[in-house]
Nanobody, 114 residues
C-alpha cells in the first residue's frame, strides 16, 4: 500500500503564503504522477495541480500564477507553494499519487482568514 503523507497546512492571512509537502515512501516515487486536490466545505473535491514523472505541470485556472507544484525525487516529496492566498483557497488539501493505482493522503487543512 502507498500512503502519501501531507504536511504544512495551517492558518494564514489573505495575501500570505504556505508551502505544503507530501512524502511517499516508495522506491519508485519518480514514476508517480503526483497531484494536489482540495475540498472546501459543501463542495466537491477539485484538482489544484499535477506534476508528471517528467516534470510537466498542470494547474487549475483559479490558482495559475499563484501556486507552484514541484517535486524532489531524491526526497520522494512533492510540494505545493501557495502565494497570494485568498479566503476562497480555504479547504482541506489532499495529496494524490498515481501509478497503476491511485492513492490519497489524509489531507491537511488550509485556512485563509484575517
Amino acid at each position: 500500500q502507498v500512503h502519501p503523507a501531507e504536511s504544512g497546512g495551517g492558518l494564514v492571512q489573505p495575501g500570505g503564503s504556505l508551502r505544503l509537502s507530501c512524502t511517499v515512501s516508495e522506491s519508485i516515487f519518480s514514476l508517480y504522477v503526483m497531484g494536489w486536490y482540495r475540498q472546501a466545505p459543501g463542495k466537491q473535491r477539485e484538482l489544484v495541480a499535477t506534476i508528471t514523472s517528467a516534470g510537466s505541470t498542470n494547474y487549475a485556472d483559479s490558482v495559475k500564477g499563484r501556486f507552484t507544484i514541484s517535486r524532489d525525487n531524491a526526497k520522494k516529496t512533492v510540494y505545493l507553494q501557495m502565494n497570494s492566498l485568498k479566503p476562497e483557497d480555504t479547504a482541506v488539501y489532499y495529496c494524490n499519487a498515481e501509478w497503476v493505482g491511485s492513492y490519497w493522503g489524509q489531507g491537511t487543512q488550509v485556512t485563509v482568514s484575517s
